[in-house]
């Protein structure tokens, strides 16, 4: 895990600087911490050589110059499989519908993973009911 720090705070857009040697890369989750609270952005452009800017995917109150940034090595995940259906998610892949955190073992991908091939999806030929008869009948 690399540290850098915050240069530069413009509303949802940071700039953080790493040390000679070490830059994430586009679309990698950063975290910085807030009054003990974790808050993410992400990696958007490369500015110089050691330099990046990245977009709040929080509110970016109570940031300031200096802060400590670190970069963990990879982009942001979200829970897959059987466990999640019916259950509701944030951006980031947390829990936030008031029910049972997932197990620490739950399976994630991540979000800029490539989808599956033509080949392996699957069509469904059912007639999807609406409810409602003018949708229903020009598009059965």
């Known amino acids: 895990m690399k540290i850098g720090n915050i ?7 940071v700039d953080v600087h790493f040390s000679q040697g070490y830059l ?6 950063l975290s910085v911490s807030v009054n003990g609270e974790k808050r993410v952005m992400e ?3 490369h ?9 709040m995917l929080a509110g970016s109150e109570g940031l300031a110059r ?12 979200v829970p897959v499989g059987e466990i999640t259906l ?5 951006v980031l892949g947390n829990v936030i ?6 197990p620490e073992n739950t399976e ?8 599956p091939a033509f080949e392996q999806q699957r069509s469904i030929g059912e007639i999807l009911e609406t409810g409602i008869k003018v949708i229903d009948l020009l598009e059965p």
Not at 7 to 13: A, D, K, L, R, T
Not at 66 to 77: D, L, R, Y
Not at 108 to 115: A, E, L, Q
């Open 7 to 13: 240069i530069q705070v413009s509303g949802p857009v």
């Open 24 to 29: 994430p890369k586009i679309r990698e989750a």
């Open 43 to 45: 990696v958007s452009q």
């Open 47 to 55: 500015v110089g050589h050691d330099i990046v800017r990245c977009i």
């Open 66 to 77: 200096g802060m400590q940034v670190c970069a963990p090595g990879g982009s942001i995940t």
């Open 86 to 90: 019916g259950r509701m998610f944030n």
């Open 97 to 102: 519908d008031g029910g049972d955190a997932l």
């Open 108 to 115: 994630r991908h991540s979000i800029y993973r490539k989808p």
